[in-house]
């Protein structure tokens, strides 16, 4: 699949007070802006023409614009994310993503589902049942996509916060995999490139075009995704993993 855009939106000074599971401290705000603005060199780098949200200070974790919808080549799918406090960042989508798309759908309450928890393999859509997305949006998802011939399987997390969080993939039925996700059947007609537990953080990397964008620091997954053949840009994301945030959540990429 070919991307020719993304959206993106910078962190604002709320970002430091945003939702996290981990201990990792609390984000140094301008080192984020500095990595978050090398994350967007990233994407044109790729060939990408970047669309950049200003920060909005009302949503502090508004900056991973993932969750908002889900971007196919046939509709935008406007999400209804389950943290309550994240819910009012698809008001702007909504004005957004109509520069883009003819053609928007909605996910409804009481389905809720995050765009984190949704992987595109090809005209196959993958969902994760998690915190942050119900069985009823799982559904209302998948009703959705079944309209413009797109396949969708709800897959049941154990461990990971979004489906995301594990798992990427790479094209050419190539799936990166860590934990709960290596041994699945669900994936097994896939090639694999294995992530260990100690670097699963390494798992949630973006594909695009020429090139796969990992975090910076994990050389056991640079190597394998280099030697399987891709073009490697690593970038610092400490900031953003401190607020479980991931290369995948910073962008809508279509």
Same mark, same amino acid.
């Given at each position: 699949?070919?991307?020719?855009?993304?959206?993106?939106?910078?962190?604002?000074?709320?970002?430091?007070?945003?939702?996290?599971?981990?201990?990792?401290?609390?984000?140094?705000?301008? &080192?984020?802006?500095?990595?978050?603005?090398? !994350?967007?060199?990233? &994407?044109?780098?790729?060939?990408?023409?970047?669309? %950049?949200?200003?920060?909005?200070?009302?949503?502090?974790?508004?900056?991973?614009?993932?969750?908002?919808? @889900?971007?196919?080549?046939?509709?935008?799918?406007?999400?209804?994310?389950?943290?309550?406090?994240?819910? /009012?960042?698809?008001?702007?989508?909504?004005?957004?993503?109509?520069?883009?798309?003819?053609?928007?759908?909605?996910?409804?309450?009481?389905?809720?589902?995050?765009? /984190?928890? %949704?992987?595109?393999?090809?005209?196959? #859509? !993958? @969902?994760?049942?998690?915190?942050?997305?119900?069985?009823? /949006?799982?559904?209302?998802?998948?009703?959705?996509?079944? =309209? !413009?011939?797109?396949?969708?399987?709800? @897959?049941?997390?154990?461990?990971?916060?979004?489906?995301?969080?594990?798992?990427?993939?790479?094209?050419?039925?190539? &799936?990166?995999?860590?934990?709960?996700?290596?041994?699945?059947?669900? #994936?097994?007609? !896939?090639?694999?490139?294995?992530?260990? =537990?100690? %670097?699963?953080?390494?798992?949630?990397?973006?594909?695009?075009?020429?090139?796969?964008?990992?975090? =910076?620091? #994990?050389?056991?997954?640079?190597?394998?995704?280099?030697?399987?053949?891709?073009?490697?840009?690593?970038?610092?994301?400490?900031? #953003?993993?401190?607020?479980?945030?991931?290369?995948?959540?910073?962008? &809508?990429?279509?």
């Amino acid at each position: 699949m070919k991307f020719s855009r993304a959206i993106v939106r910078k962190p604002g000074n709320s970002y430091v007070n945003g939702l996290t599971t981990s201990d990792l401290g609390t984000p140094d705000f301008e &080192l984020a802006l500095e990595q978050h603005a090398a !994350y967007v060199e990233a &994407l044109k780098q790729t060939g990408l023409d970047v669309t %950049v949200l200003e920060a909005d200070e009302r949503f502090p974790d508004s900056t991973f614009v993932e969750d908002t919808a @889900v971007l196919t080549e046939k509709c935008a799918v406007i999400t209804n994310p389950g943290a309550e406090s994240r819910n /009012g960042e698809i008001e702007d989508m909504k004005l957004v993503l109509p520069r883009f798309y003819d053609t928007i759908e909605y996910i409804q309450a009481p389905g809720f589902l995050d765009g /984190g928890d %949704v992987m595109q393999v090809d005209n196959h #859509f !993958y @969902v994760g049942l998690s915190t942050r997305t119900n069985e009823e /949006g799982a559904i209302q998802f998948r009703e959705i996509l079944s =309209k !413009y011939g797109y396949e969708v399987t709800i @897959v049941p997390l154990k461990e990971f916060f979004h489906l995301k969080t594990g798992i990427a993939y790479l094209g050419n039925d190539l &799936l990166v995999l860590a934990g709960e996700f290596i041994d699945s059947e669900l #994936f097994s007609k !896939y090639k694999h490139l294995v992530v260990e =537990k100690e %670097v699963e953080y390494s798992a949630n990397c973006i594909h695009i075009n020429d090139y796969v964008i990992i975090p =910076k620091g #994990f050389e056991s997954t640079k190597k394998q995704i280099t030697d399987a053949g891709y073009n490697v840009i690593e970038l610092d994301m400490s900031e #953003f993993r401190k607020q479980d945030g991931g290369l995948s959540c910073l962008s &809508l990429r279509f």
